[in-house]
């Protein structure tokens, strides 16, 4: 009588990690990083400040925590009061964005104004907003879209203005608008060419250069 065979299959079976060091390891959501592409600026003078207000904001070093940082570029012009002046916007801007210096030096040796691009939590820089508001600098700020959270979209200030303005904004960071939103502003009895214009005036053309004015006594610069 023959014994019956047995058998041991011994299986060595390893799964190699998808994405060992990627954003899903680190706990830090994904973002986009597309640049904006910028138009020329046009070349348009503001009225003149005498001083500028000086932000919270400078002098500090903002550190970088969890949140919903996506690339955001704000867009700057206007007249400064003398290098004094120069010199506080870069203070305020650098709390933000790290290359300030450089851009804003950079910008008023061609005259023109200014882009900083950085990420930002949900596209935000109050302070800076706040400083550029204080001192009669017109911006444009821009954010592109976070998947799932929020949508691309604008806000922007000249002087004149009681407060910024929002658009939506496609992932250039120029603003856009989607037929629903034609349709209401054709329901409220807004023109196609009234809508045209308040889009242009949301353009990240329409902030002017910036440009150093001299003035006696630029040191003077007053506090927020």
């Known amino acids: 009588m023959t014994e019956p065979l047995s058998f041991a299959l011994t299986l060595d079976i390893s799964v190699e990690d998808p994405d060992p060091v990627g954003p899903a390891a680190c706990g830090r959501p994904r973002r986009r990083l597309t640049p904006p592409l910028r138009p020329p600026s046009r070349q348009r003078r503001a009225p003149s400040p005498v001083t500028l207000r000086r932000s919270p904001a400078v002098g500090c070093t903002r550190t970088k925590t969890m949140g919903e940082y996506v690339m955001t570029t704000i867009t700057i012009g206007g007249l400064l009061p003398g290098e004094a ?5 870069i203070a305020a801007a650098t709390a933000y964005y790290a290359e300030a210096d450089t851009l804003v030096r950079e910008a008023l040796a061609a005259g023109r104004h200014v882009d900083l691009e950085d990420l930002q939590d949900r596209g935000r820089t109050p302070d800076l907003d706040a400083f550029c508001r204080a001192n009669g600098l017109a911006y444009q700020r821009a954010w592109v879209s976070q998947l799932g959270v929020f949508e691309a979209g604008l806000e922007y200030w000249q002087p004149g203005m009681e407060r910024p303005l929002q658009e939506a904004a496609d992932e250039s960071g120029e603003p856009m608008i989607a037929l629903a939103e034609l349709r209401r502003c054709h329901r409220a ?20 250069p910036l440009i150093l004015v001299p003035v006696s006594g630029a040191g003077d610069l007053g506090s927020a």
């Not at 002046?85 to 916007?89: E, I, Q, R, Y």
């Open 189 to 208: 009895g807004e023109t196609l060419s009234g809508v045209v214009a308040r889009l242009a005036r949301a353009e990240s053309g329409a902030v002017p």
């Open 85 to 89: 002046g120069a010199n506080v916007l």
